[in-house]
């Protein structure tokens, strides 16, 4: 019988500023730097993409969560880009996004399927090939390696260990109910979210006005109980996968509670377990130099 690790092993909560930051990850979350835009078509989805850095650099693959699209990552990327000095593409999932096109696939190991397909189409199965997947785009990562993508190392952003009745309620939230006008979204967001940085706001507006409601119906009810991923990552395809486990504070809003996060060491590590002090769910609106510290420290392989 295997014995959890106490939380005290854990790695402290982390705390961090601009100037904790490598110069060029620092300098850049002040800037509106603008991405590079695509489309990779996959089993006849049209994946929509936005990218950063150099295109012969070693890739880091962005994957959003319900509700949002890649635009949620519009600091964390270039930041990556910047401070890793590597190719970081951010895709938007199937009825997200500009992607669109729900093809009917909420299981979380239906839709890594999908996604490991745009993996190939993409040109991104390499053996240093990075995956950083949020909330249910955290959740289909940690199913990649079983739809035969194996990453150098993959990072769940506070992928949540809610129950299937909770994880229901979102469909009730103000924060991710579906707009028809962009304008009208914002306006609601900004006074939901006052200490948002504005491009958060426009981000989530944009992303609420684009998503397939039927399709994150179907996510939020179509999968059970959510675990943090812990399934996934003890499945045997998983194997030697290296994990690492970036989570939000359970006391600010953060969905991996501190008994999912002793299971989770168990499998990762528990150096590889990081939380980000008062980080919400989506720590990159609140603790945006904390996540990208905590991206970093998490992304150097080994």
Not at 90 to 116: I, M
Not at 218 to 233: H, K
Not at 246 to 264: N, T, Y
Request: charged share 20%; net charge negative.
């Amino acid at each position: 019988m295997t014995t959890m690790p106490p939380l005290s092993s854990l790695p402290p909560p982390i705390v961090a500023s601009a100037a904790d930051l490598p110069p060029a990850a620092g300098a850049i979350l002040e800037l509106d730097d603008a991405p590079e835009f695509g489309i990779v078509e996959s089993g006849g989805i049209p994946f929509a993409t936005r990218a950063w850095g150099d295109l012969a650099a070693a890739p880091v693959l962005l994957v959003h969560g319900v509700t949002a699209s890649s635009r949620i990552w519009w600091r964390v990327g270039p930041a990556l880009a910047s401070g890793l000095a590597r190719r970081v593409v951010a895709v938007d999932q199937p009825g997200h996004g500009r992607t669109g096109h729900w093809v009917g696939h909420p299981r979380f190991a239906d839709n890594a399927a999908d996604l490991a397909g745009f993996i190939a189409a993409a040109g991104l199965v390499r053996p240093d090939l990075a995956v950083v997947g949020h909330s249910w785009g955290g959740m289909t990562a940690a199913c990649l390696p079983a739809a035969g993508i194996r990453p150098e190392v993959l990072v769940l952003l506070d992928p949540p260990a809610i129950t299937a009745a909770a994880i229901a309620t979102m469909l009730d939230d103000p924060n991710q109910r579906q707009y028809e006008d962009v304008d009208e979204a914002i306006t609601a967001l900004g006074d939901l979210h006052p200490t948002w940085a504005y491009g958060d706001v426009v981000a989530k507006a944009e992303a609420l006005t684009q998503f397939d409601e039927p399709a994150v119906r179907a996510i939020l009810t179509g999968n059970g109980d959510w675990d943090g991923g812990l399934a996934a990552l003890l499945d045997p395809a998983a194997t030697d996968v290296p994990a690492r486990l970036v989570r939000g504070d359970p006391e600010a809003g953060g969905l991996i509670p501190d008994a999912m996060a002793a299971r989770l060491a168990e499998r990762i590590g528990a150096g590889n377990v990081l939380t980000i002090a008062g980080g919400s769910h989506a720590p990159m609106r609140t603790r945006i130099e904390a996540t990208v510290l905590a991206l970093l420290r998490a992304l150097r392989p080994g």
